[in-house]
């Protein structure tokens, strides 16, 4: 199933406001645009440094782990469907609870 990141605007607002983090972030979604997963397994198959918590939502480690990328997912019929929870440095990740962080 396709990707659909909603509210990917999210990520454009925090590149804007971290530059050096564009480069990394424009590679992810690249690579999401590209993705077609099934089951959640399949995020670890496509980036092996992420981390599926079992409150439904799974950790993206962006840039050499330098940033955090925090989404909620849904498996639909036509589509995967990454909700973001957060953007952040992995300083500013150590400071939140994963699984409750919301936009």
């Not at 480069?23 to 992810?28: K, V």
């Not at 992420?50 to 997912?73: H, P, Q």
């Amino acid at each position: 199933m396709r990707v659909r990141l909603i509210v990917e605007e999210t990520i454009y607002d925090y590149c804007k406001r971290n530059a050096r983090a564009k480069g990394s972030f424009n590679r992810f979604l690249e690579i999401v645009r590209e993705v077609d997963w099934q089951k959640p397994e399949d995020i670890l198959n496509t980036f092996n440094s992420a981390d599926i918590l079992n409150c439904g939502r799974v950790v993206f480690n962006i840039g050499g782990n330098n940033y955090r990328l925090i989404c909620g997912y849904a498996f639909g019929k036509k589509y995967v469907h990454l909700f973001i929870k957060f953007i952040g440095s992995h300083a500013e990740y150590n400071k939140i609870d994963a699984c409750k962080i919301e936009l």
